[in-house]
């Protein structure tokens, strides 16, 4: 092909390329060419590079993506632990919450401080956040435990997954997404459903040497959540060995808390 004609012919081609692709430029040729028309066809097919403006992130970025965004938003939980049911809501970045225990114990999240009691207790105990005494735990142990008791801070933990892979499809009320099985050390594993806006749904946790799962789910993304720390006068920071709403202290890091 005569050189002229080969230089109308890409020019044609990188005119209309489509949005996000990119040509790369062609060398220099010498101005006399003697290839035959074969060589100078293949010269012409290896010329032109298309470079994709991405790729599919792999499944474990796609986790922590997802872990990202939902701690970037406030929601609302509802959590099955054992027989015990906890539904509440969250502000990540405000650092508010509240959950609520299915025989009525309530627990508060206000900034750095957890408020809560079990039902008929005239008192309030106030203490450091669970996260702050399992900030030394496994990951798996501080997974496993915080869900029930800090879903904001069990989030977190999520950074630690290995072995992340893709399983399915996965959907919901109102949305569809992907699911993810995960493992970490120390016997624990888990499935986690991630929507088609890099948010989770839904978090499975198992505890293999305590068979006992926790299960975790989200919704009402980008709620108004209010939470006020109780009156003074009702708050006590006596030591003893129940945190916020009846939950036992996280003592040892060898099993999980069942709250």
Sequence with gaps: MPENELRTLLAEASADRPPGVRILPVAPRPRRMWLPVAAAAAAAATAV????????????????AAVDTTS???????????AKTFTGAFDPERRVGVIVRNDGAETRFVGDTVYGKDPGDAKWFAGPRFDDELRQAPAAVGLVKLMPLDPPAALSRLRAATEVTEQGPASGDGWTGARFAFTLPDGVSGLVDVDDQDRIRRLEVTFAAENHTNVMEFGDFGTAVTVEAPPQDQ?????????????????????????
């Design 235 to 259: 708050i006590t920071t006596e030591p003893g060995d129940k945190h916020a709403g009846g939950v036992p202290k996280p003592v040892g890091t060898a099993s999980p808390v069942k709250p």
């Design 49 to 64: 590079v298309l470079v994709l403006p991405g790729t599919t992130p792999s499944a474990n970025a796609q986790v922590m």
């Design 72 to 82: 970037s938003e406030s929601y609302r939980i509802e959590t099955v632990s054992g």
